[in-house]
């Protein structure tokens, strides 16, 4: 009698499609946590918070419209001059600004959103007239003239050195001040502050520190009214 040779186990062998189904899945598992970290990583800084526990919306180097003095309610707006919306608003808070003359700060600070194609370079623009303490002037140039600048296809800096002209700014100091990166840097630092307080649209406005939730046309006003009679 012959004795039944023994079998060597075999080894399983992954069919082709499963193997790339396999590779599929461990990819997608690696990105998704790839993206989770590089999520964490790039979260905002938490903003500042005052001594009385308000978030702190200013720097010493904001642009300040109105300065009611120390006793004043502090509104602060993130605005985006290419912005409908903030255009929208612009006439309020023009308003606003009379009806409370004395009794509020009113700081403007820079949102440039990246939806908006002349966004920055309007920012660029107001703040290379605030380097001639024109900030103001060049601020009410922006919303008055938004829809004659604002559906461009593609970045029209002429548009808004001609603005500076018409203002009468010093031409060279005009330009030198947007070709300085220095310039950027100072509408980025706005921009930075309002993402680590969470802003994600504008206009945003935060009266003495707290956020303002915009759901009627009016709830500027209430909150600023709010505040100052409180």
Known sequence: ?????????????????????LIALAVAVVLAIAGIVYAITQQAPAPDVAEDGTLQTTRADSH???????DAVTVVEFLDFECEACGAFYPIVEDLRAQFD????????????P???????????????AQQDRFEDMYHRLFETQQEWSHATGETPAVF????????????????????????????????DG???????TPSFFVDGTYVQLQ???????AVTRAVEG
């Open 216 to 222: 009627e046309w009016d709830d500027l006003e209430e």
């Open 102 to 113: 004395g009794e509020i700060t009113y700081v403007v600070r820079y949102f440039p959103l």
């Open 195 to 201: 993402e680590s307080l969470g802003i994600t649209s």
């Open 115 to 129: 939806g908006h194609i002349n966004s920055t370079q309007a920012a660029l623009a107001a703040e290379a007239a």
């Open 161 to 192: 050195r001609a603005m500076a002209e018409s203002l009468g700014l010093d031409m060279a100091a005009y330009d030198a001040a947007i070709a300085d990166p220095a310039t950027l840097a100072r509408i980025q630092a706005d921009k930075t």
């Open 1 to 21: 009698m012959f004795a039944t040779p023994s079998r060597t186990p075999q080894k399983t062998r992954l069919t082709t499609p499963v193997k790339a189904t």
């Open 64 to 70: 300040v419209l109105d300065d009611g003095g120390t």
